[in-house]
């Protein structure tokens, strides 16, 4: 029974979602139910294209990506895929209507992986939309289940949240970005000597960011409201200890918040919640 095979491919979904990051499954794990297997089936299309042209060195990239993009539109267009990872996703964009302009903006920043080492502010911008604002369009599709007008309303607080992620992303793996993958996302920054100024000015847009998602997240569906929140919050606290660092320290460790932080932050955000707090 085809049943049997959605089933399996959600699942295929789930499962690399929590093998790859704690943070996302635990906040997904908040939403209500109804909406967390498409989240889940999003991430891990995502996750896969990441993987390709971050870790895949040993194999032709470009082609791997190229078959993988091609193998999403034809899974979407004919509404199956042997590959659960694709079949799940395209269940989620055909049952939501996700705009398929979202994928394509998200497969041109993958692209841009392949042979991009610098950013000047237009590739910038251009990158992190397509690389994160648009997965959190794509998710926001999922949150307002076709309400057109909520989903407009809420748009631009979306993408100034995937922005926020994206560029915690970017402080907390330089390390590994710079030193490994020959890459800088930010533009004007030379990470051979990079300043107190510079991460400060950094910081600063990141701070402005995260200020308007917040915004967007106490509007949210109750659906969804305390799993983004709860997401909101993991990134704040990954922010806060980077801000506390010296530039020095990012370019030399990989910063990570242990697992009994991710708790207590779960567990206020939880009380702020129960006392309409957000």
Same mark, same amino acid.
């Given at each position: 029974?085809?049943?049997?095979?959605?089933?399996?491919?959600?699942?295929?979904?789930?499962?690399?979602?929590?093998?790859?990051?704690?943070?996302f499954?635990?906040?997904?794990?908040?939403?209500?139910?109804?909406?967390?297997?498409?989240?889940?089936?999003?991430?891990?299309?995502?996750?896969?294209?990441?993987e390709?042209?971050?870790?895949?060195?040993?194999?032709?990239?470009?082609?791997?990506?190229?078959? #993988?993009?091609? &193998?999403?539109? !034809? *899974? =979407?267009?004919?509404?199956i895929?042997?590959?659960?990872?694709?079949?799940?996703?395209? +269940?989620?964009?055909?049952?939501?209507?996700?705009?398929?302009?979202?994928?394509?903006a998200?497969?041109?920043?993958?692209?841009?992986?392949?042979?991009?080492s610098?950013?000047?502010?237009?590739?910038?911008?251009?990158?992190?939309?397509?690389?994160?604002e648009?997965v959190?369009?794509?998710?926001?599709?999922?949150?307002?289940?076709?309400?057109?007008?909520?989903?407009?309303?809420l748009?631009?607080?979306?993408?100034?949240?995937?922005?926020?992620?994206?560029?915690?992303?970017?402080?907390r793996?330089?390390?590994?970005?710079?030193?490994?993958?020959?890459?800088?996302?930010?533009?004007?920054?030379?990470?051979?000597? #990079?300043t107190? &100024?510079?991460? !400060? *000015? =950094?910081?600063?847009?990141?701070?402005?960011?995260?200020r308007?998602?917040?915004?967007? +997240?106490i509007?949210?569906?109750?659906?969804?409201?305390?799993?983004?929140?709860?997401?909101?919050?993991?990134?704040?606290?990954?922010?806060?200890?980077?801000?506390?660092?010296?530039?020095?320290?990012?370019?030399?460790?990989?910063?990570?918040?242990?697992?009994?932080?991710?708790a207590?932050?779960a567990?206020?955000?939880?009380?702020?919640?129960?006392?309409?707090?957000?």
């Amino acid at each position: 029974m085809i049943g049997i095979f959605h089933t399996v491919s959600h699942e295929c979904s789930r499962i690399t979602t929590q093998r790859y990051s704690t943070s996302f499954s635990s906040a997904i794990r908040l939403l209500h139910s109804d909406i967390q297997g498409p989240i889940y089936d999003i991430y891990g299309l995502v996750r896969f294209a990441d993987e390709i042209v971050d870790t895949f060195h040993r194999f032709d990239k470009i082609s791997l990506l190229a078959n #993988f993009k091609k &193998e999403t539109y !034809e *899974a =979407i267009a004919q509404g199956i895929s042997l590959n659960p990872i694709l079949h799940s996703f395209q +269940i989620t964009v055909n049952r939501y209507n996700i705009d398929l302009a979202l994928v394509d903006a998200f497969f041109k920043s993958m692209e841009f992986d392949l042979d991009r080492s610098n950013y000047d502010q237009q590739g910038y911008a251009e990158y992190i939309y397509g690389s994160a604002e648009v997965v959190g369009l794509m998710c926001l599709f999922v949150f307002c289940d076709g309400d057109r007008q909520q989903y407009e309303k809420l748009k631009p607080h979306a993408q100034s949240l995937g922005s926020a992620f994206q560029k915690v992303n970017f402080l907390r793996d330089v390390k590994a970005d710079y030193q490994q993958l020959n890459r800088v996302y930010f533009p004007g920054v030379d990470f051979n000597a #990079f300043t107190p &100024e510079m991460k !400060e *000015a =950094i910081e600063s847009d990141i701070e402005q960011d995260f200020r308007h998602a917040y915004m967007g +997240i106490i509007q949210l569906p109750l659906k969804a409201r305390f799993g983004v929140y709860l997401a909101y919050k993991y990134y704040m606290s990954l922010f806060k200890k980077i801000k506390a660092l010296q530039p020095q320290r990012i370019l030399e460790e990989r910063i990570r918040i242990p697992n009994y932080h991710k708790a207590w932050v779960a567990a206020k955000a939880v009380v702020r919640t129960q006392f309409n707090m957000l």
